[in-house]
């Protein structure tokens, strides 16, 4: 038996709530997608505003955003909060609240550096703690409530919808923020922001309206003892599953990040591109996201609809690992193919769609293993759980991206070789990505003597899901 299967809950745990229907969970969606618009405009185009217009050092914005995902950390007590009151959608609305307010912060900072340094730096500092505050307690608690009260059989159609949505806020967002924002002036950028801040709150707010209260009302029927925040964190790390999954969600995040900062830059080191080209290069690897995210979520519609067909659907844990899998052997190609001495002849962009359709199956079906690890056992802790992957998670994903940079940085001095430099950082994220996917199938194999298990210790299913 693997060690970190988990402890039979079936027979202790609550009754399992009516699910929230479809129209309830694209309700949900809508708020992640108001989530990732406000994010966006300060973790993209404020950091563009700082380096290109004002011209300051690469590091200003990397340590504010750096301190921003440094509040990630609380994230389990966020969600903690939420599991002793029963009702999250006030945290979902207050950490919107104080993002929103931390965008126009920062906007404002961002404008003031342009006469005063010094005051914007002083603005600025609060207001990326403020977003990484209303960040980790909005999205927490968020994916907490859809873990909580999502049908077991929706929840990886669900968590996709969830992440699709989220990319289309980016998306979206990124291009109307660049139209409206030209021609650039600090006031401008500060009416952007209140913009944008005052939208994302108003569909946040209408979107939440009214979907908790009912399943909110059936969980208070298997109300338990209050814990404090210490005895919540000391029962989720005492879960062999639970803990296992963090390291693999920070392990997973570490890898998938690695090349953020660097991709682009090799189109242009390497192939020769041009900027709009290694733009393009970096669209072709969220096309390819895109679509590995639409597979699971048809996928996942799938198995939610029952019958004949959904047993011929991979499982949540298959495309986990099949995603680690694909996205690490997709790097290692690119680092060979970029050393092979020809590199104009190698078949960048497919290679680069390839990466980001695996990156896509990966990351949207680990979303689904972690809801229904948040809502394993007796039911009640899925915003503590939730906080302690979302930690893991935006931990992860932030050193990911320095490691990825500083390692580039030391192997070009050291070496002097470009291409190869460019080769080792890939191949090295590639075997992450393969010791990630390891990690999975330890983690979220079923044990043997419940072989009618979920792929990941939570609810009971069908056997077609092992």
């Not at 440094?70 to 939420?82: D, E, N, S, V």
């Not at 029952?306 to 099949?322: C, Y």
């Not at 899925?382 to 931990?395: D, H, L, N, T, Y």
Request: charged content about 10%.
């Amino acid at each position: 038996m693997s060690s970190f299967a988990a402890p039979e809950p079936i027979a202790r745990a609550a009754p399992r709530l009516a699910g929230l229907s479809w129209l309830s969970i694209i309700r949900l969606g809508l708020v992640q997608t108001a989530l990732g618009a406000v994010v966006v405009l300060c973790t993209a185009t404020i950091n563009r505003v700082m380096i290109v217009e004002l011209a300051l050092l690469a590091v200003v914005p990397a340590a504010l955003v750096g301190f921003y995902h440094a509040f990630q950390m609380l994230r389990p007590g966020w969600g903690h909060g939420a599991d002793q009151g029963r009702a999250r959608a006030p945290w979902v609305i207050g950490g919107m609240a104080a993002l929103g307010l931390g965008a126009v912060g920062a906007a404002t900072a961002t404008a003031w550096m342009e006469t005063s340094f010094a005051a914007g730096l002083a603005l600025a500092v609060p207001s990326f703690g403020l977003l990484g505050l209303g960040l980790g307690a909005a999205a927490t608690n968020l994916l907490a409530m859809l873990a909580a009260h999502v049908a077991p059989e929706r929840k990886a159609a669900a968590g996709s919808l969830v992440w699709i949505l989220m990319i289309a806020g980016l998306a979206i967002s990124g291009i109307t923020i660049g139209q409206v924002l030209d021609p650039y002036s600090g006031e401008r950028l500060i009416m952007v922001s209140l913009a944008v801040a005052a939208i994302a709150f108003t569909v946040c707010v209408l979107a939440l309206w009214g979907v908790e209260p009912a399943a909110a009302a059936q969980a208070a029927q298997t109300e338990k003892p209050k814990q404090s925040f210490t005895e919540a964190a000391r029962a989720v790390w005492a879960d062999d599953a639970a803990r296992g999954f963090t390291l693999f969600v920070f392990l997973s995040m570490l890898a998938y990040n690695t090349q953020d900062l660097i991709l682009e830059p090799f189109g242009g080191h390497v192939f020769g591109m041009s900027p709009g080209q290694s733009t393009a290069l970096g669209g072709a690897l969220h096309a390819g996201a895109l679509l590995g995210m639409i597979l699971v979520f048809l996928a996942g519609l799938l198995r939610a609809g029952g019958g004949a067909a959904a047993r011929l659907v991979p499982s949540t844990r298959r495309f986990v690992i099949w995603g680690c899998v694909g996205s690490g052997a997709a790097l290692m190609i690119l680092g060979f193919g970029g050393a092979s001495g020809a590199p104009t002849a190698w078949p960048l962009h497919a290679n680069v769609i390839a990466l980001g359709f695996c990156n896509g199956v990966f990351a949207v079906a680990a979303i689904g293993a972690m809801m229904g690890l948040a809502s394993a056992g007796d039911g009640g802790g899925e915003g503590v759980r939730m906080g302690v992957f979302g930690a893991a998670q935006s931990i992860g994903f932030a050193l990911g991206a320095s490691f990825g940079a500083a390692a580039l940085d030391l192997l070009r001095a050291s070496t002097g070789a470009l291409a190869e430099a460019y080769a080792t950082v890939f191949i090295f994220e590639g075997a992450l990505f393969l010791a990630s996917a390891a990690l999975a199938a330890r983690v979220l194999s079923p044990s043997p003597e419940r072989a009618t298990t979920l792929s990941f210790p939570s609810q009971r299913l069908s056997q077609g899901d092992a």
